[in-house]
């Protein structure tokens, strides 16, 4: 598991160092720096998938395109560096240095330190693998984070609506349900037959894992039913999905926006493997508050089995669908993190940290409750009482 990533002169962030658990909560303001804690996981993603021998930070890839190196460079430094670190169970702690001239399109590695099992060696002393230097790549620790950084998933905010065709891609090409969700059929019709990966097993449903993909979305949208059919002559296939057993199955757009934005969440987490790593921004987009308790519930249901859950949202209602899950045994607290961002400029103006992390315990009470942290609700009743 990844236990922390540090981030130096990188994007709005001059030094973060922040501790990560099973399941990892990223809450709070707009334009604070959620979000960009998942791309710097993501820009080392597509670097090590795409250039496996590349000496240089990929900023424009598949998966994610962050523009120049101004664009990625905390601006209040001298603008051409910035710094990030890994800690892994296996690996220890690993870290980066990249540099570029403001307008270049990727960065240099100019240090790749393993601080574990081996001489620390700057990025200039040989041919790196992975974004580490070759003679060190391939031991044990360092290929357990490798692993987990290339086979990491991350279900950006936007997301892909309800589609009349999903075309099957081979799955070296795209891991998961895809960035946008576009592969959210494909797992299930590919791999319709075989076990999910984790122990998150539906009770009462075969382990397979369309069964599974099935019973999982039945707990979201009741009487959930999917149908896949092959296109012929095309490597592509139609989705039918249906709400009642009673039903016929119709095209997704007649089943709403809901449906197809959970599809991609409920695939990415039973096709996962031990110690994989899920990247979910805003789970609870086009569902009721209902819902989005539920998610709540079944991203720490996932933490529990064994993925690591990072997972950003402005919703007070998937922080209390983690905490109903803490506190019915789901998930222990401690394998739990919060996070409340501010921007910088706010935070430095105050003098307060720009990042706060309230504690939870084994009840699912949080403590520590910063200003601002999923308090709107009090605020409006207050408001509205006459009491503010």
């Known amino acids: 598991m990844i236990t922390r990533i540090d981030l130096r002169h990188f994007k709005c962030f001059e030094t973060l160092k922040l501790p990560l658990r099973r399941l990892t909560l990223l809450s709070g303001l707009n334009a604070s720096g959620k979000s960009s804690v998942m791309q710097a996981l993501v820009l080392l993603h597509q670097t090590m998938r795409e250039q496996e021998w590349s000496r240089r930070l990929m ?8 523009g120049a190196v101004r664009d990625v460079v905390d601006r209040l430094s001298e603008g051409r560096r910035f710094f990030l670190a890994l800690e892994d169970d ?28 081996a001489e620390l060696r700057r990025a200039d002393s040989g041919p790196l693998q992975h974004l580490l230097p070759e003679a060190v ?13 290339r086979g990491l998933t991350w279900l950006a905010a936007e997301r892909s609506g309800p589609r009349d065709l999903y075309i099957l891609d081979d799955p070296e090409l795209t891991l ?43 707990e979201f949208f009741p009487g959930f039913g999917m149908d896949l059919s092959p296109v012929p002559h095309a490597n592509a296939v139609t989705l039918g999905l249906r709400m ?40 609870e987009v086009h569902l009721h508050p209902t819902g989005q308790s539920r998610m709540g519930e079944f991203l720490a249901e996932a933490a529990s089995a064994g993925v690591q859950v990072l997972v950003e949202s402005h919703s007070d209602h998937i922080l209390n669908g983690i905490r109903r899950a803490i506190r019915k045994g789901s998930l222990e607290h401690g394998d739990a993190a919060l996070y409340f961002f501010r921007p ?31 308090d709107q609700l009090d605020h409006d009743m207050n408001y509205l009482a006459g009491w503010s």
């Open 59 to 66: 900023l424009n890839g598949a998966a994610l395109r962050m």
């Open 344 to 374: 910088r400029h706010e935070a430095e103006a105050a003098g307060i940290a720009q990042v706060e992390s309230p504690a939870i315990d084994a009840e699912g009470n949080v403590y520590n409750w910063p200003a601002g942290f999923f």
């Open 244 to 283: 009642s057993r009673d039903m016929a199955f119709h095209r997704p757009g007649h089943a709403g926006f809901g449906i197809t934005r959970v599809l991609p969440i409920v695939v990415a987490v039973l096709s996962a493997k031990p110690d994989d790593v899920l990247l979910v921004e805003n789970p």
């Open 137 to 149: 790549s391939n031991s044990p620790g360092a290929s357990s984070l490798t692993r987990r950084l």
């Open 176 to 218: 998961a349900a895809g960035q946008t969700g576009e592969q959210a059929a494909r797992v299930p019709y590919s791999g319709a037959d075989g076990k999910i990966g984790i122990p998150l097993f539906g009770q009462g449903t075969s382990p397979t894992l369309l069964r599974q993909v099935e019973a999982r979305m039945d």
């Open 90 to 117: 296996d690996a220890g702690l690993v870290s980066w240095e990249f540099g570029g001239e403001q307008g270049a399109m990727s960065m240099a590695v100019l240090l790749a330190e393993p601080h574990r099992g």
